[in-house]
């Protein structure tokens, strides 16, 4: 019995351990020590020593002094605070702010590039005003950077007297920075909330950036269009007055597009999906939340916009948004 206990303990310990080494390690590489290289060599000499003390050395003072280090580490981490003040990339330089009085909404830094390529656009933030009660609906964007279960998701409010309002939750990297999936699990990036017009957010992807663009027109209510969308001003005026650090399991598009629904008053569970939001779409379709006249292949289909937003390249809004949804299922709003 006894033996079969202490099997039972190293099942239990070992990957423990080596969960605890692995981010130790990860949260010292990616920390804010001043040179790759010192963070580099400061890493492998925590994993090296803590694979010693746990698993080598017969002396239990070794592991911990090894447990001391890794709390060490987590204080440390606590330590390290997200900024407004980093020298941004141009798409990520200015934060949106919203200014509300009863239906009408102002916001500021919306984003209206002018794109030749995907590194070379004219920047170009404006001003916008909108009324609330000509809220009709919502829309989902699904964007491919590579075929597999993970992609980019955002969404658009639909007016019936204006272009729609683009709205994309991202990481808001410095210049010289790209995104990096592991490093954006340890604080290094910020998070921003990007409004602007589809000819911006969308066009960028699906023409310059050649990602496989999806868009699906939700079944949503205006009121339930509303509920969200003021949640999403509420954080961006959040964010515009405290930053924060993006975090792709917490603090991600999906994940802040699933929790501000479930603000605004929607039903349902967690899902698989909304961490590998690759297949979110799957879930759009069989939770009822768009249209399932067509068989979801179909639909899925002919909800790629690519080749519509390249033929609308240059076009200005509200053409853009109307060219880019001609060929999508006819959608009663």
């Not at 080494?21 to 890493?43: D, E, F, H, K, Q």
């Not at 009085?101 to 590039?113: C, E, H, M, S």
Request: net charge neutral; proline share 5%; aromatic share 14%.
């Amino acid at each position: 019995m006894s033996t079969l206990l202490r099997c039972l303990i190293t099942a239990i310990k070992v990957p423990v351990q080596f969960v605890v080494i692995t981010w130790t390690t990860l949260a010292i590489y990616y920390s804010n020590l001043p040179w790759p290289a010192l963070r580099l060599a400061v890493a492998l000499a925590f994993a090296a020593f803590a694979i010693w003390a746990f698993w080598v050395s017969r002396q239990r003072w070794m592991a911990a002094v090894a447990i001391a280090l890794v709390l060490g580490v987590v204080a440390w981490w606590f330590t390290i605070a997200p900024s407004h003040d980093r020298n941004w990339r141009p798409e990520v330089a200015i934060m949106p702010r919203v200014f509300i009085d009863g239906d009408r909404v102002r916001l500021i830094g919306v984003r209206n590039f002018d794109y030749r390529s995907q590194d070379d656009f004219t920047v170009h933030y404006e001003e916008r005003e909108l009324d609330l009660s000509h809220l009709v609906g919502l829309d989902f964007f699904v964007s491919y950077w590579s075929k597999g279960p993970v992609a980019h998701t955002f969404v658009s409010f639909i007016f019936d007297n204006a272009a729609p309002l683009c709205i994309s939750i991202e990481t808001r990297p410095e210049i010289g920075e790209g995104f990096n999936p592991i490093a954006s699990l340890f604080k290094q990036f910020e998070l921003i909330y990007v409004v602007g017009e589809e000819r911006d957010i969308v066009g960028v992807r699906a023409i310059h950036r050649r990602e496989w663009v999806y868009l699906y027109q939700l079944n949503t209510s205006p009121n339930d269009a509303r509920r969200l969308l003021l949640v999403y001003l509420a954080r961006i005026n959040e964010l515009a007055d405290r930053p924060e650090f993006y975090n792709l399991l917490t603090n991600s598009c999906t994940i802040n597009i699933v929790r501000y629904a479930n603000a605004a008053g929607r039903k349902g569970r967690f899902d698989f999906r909304h961490l590998f939001n690759g297949l979110i779409d799957s879930y759009l379709y069989h939770s009822g939340r768009v249209d399932t006249t067509l068989p979801f292949d179909e639909l899925r289909r002919r909800s790629l916009i690519n080749e519509n937003a390249r033929a609308a390249d240059g076009a200005p809004e509200p053409e853009f948004s109307q060219r880019i949804r001609a060929s999508l299922p006819a959608t009663v709003r």
